[in-house]
């Protein structure tokens, strides 16, 4: 009972201050300015240059310049943010927050998507010889 006596003040006081967690779903987190988030890209803009890919500390980003695709694996990106200060377009962004949860680990692929290229102007087709009439096939009276 004694022991009792010594958390009554905490509960006490417990019972009638705010909570101290937040309502998260109802309330939308805030993060404090330079956290870390996630990487994000702007396909866009982004040319394939794969300066990303090659200052990249952990390896996590992967440019397929021939395929045009772009893929980073969020389970090793460290998020240091090295790959947006090196981007010559700044095609790429750390935003603040996380992905949602998923059930599976696996690497997100952004493919850029092709723009059409235009169609080369028709050179206007030279006239064709006139064809020679085809020979009557000559029938044998004999």
């Known amino acids: 009972m004694a022991q009792l006596m010594n958390f ?4 006490l006081k417990n019972l009638f201050s705010k909570p101290v967690t937040k309502n998260y779903p109802a309330e939308p987190a805030v993060y404090p300015e330079r956290s870390r988030g996630h990487v994000e890209i702007d396909l866009d803009t982004c040319i394939m ?7 990249c500390p952990s390896g996590s980003i992967k440019v397929d310049r021939p ?5 980073i694996n969020r389970f090793d990106c460290v998020q240091c943010g090295y790959c947006t200060t090196v981007c010559p377009k700044k095609s790429l962004s750390i935003n603040p927050g996380y992905q949602e949860p998923g059930e599976e680990k696996f690497e997100a692929s952004y493919v850029k998507p092709q723009t059409e ?3 080369p102007a028709a050179k206007p087709a030279a006239p064709a010889p006139a064809a020679k009439p085809a ?3 000559q029938a044998d009276n004999q």
Request: net charge positive.
């Open 67 to 71: 395929n045009a695709t772009w893929t």
């Open 117 to 119: 290229a235009p169609a």
């Open 8 to 11: 009554a003040p905490v509960v």
């Open 135 to 137: 020979a009557a096939p």
């Open 49 to 55: 240059c794969g300066l990303c890919m090659r200052s």
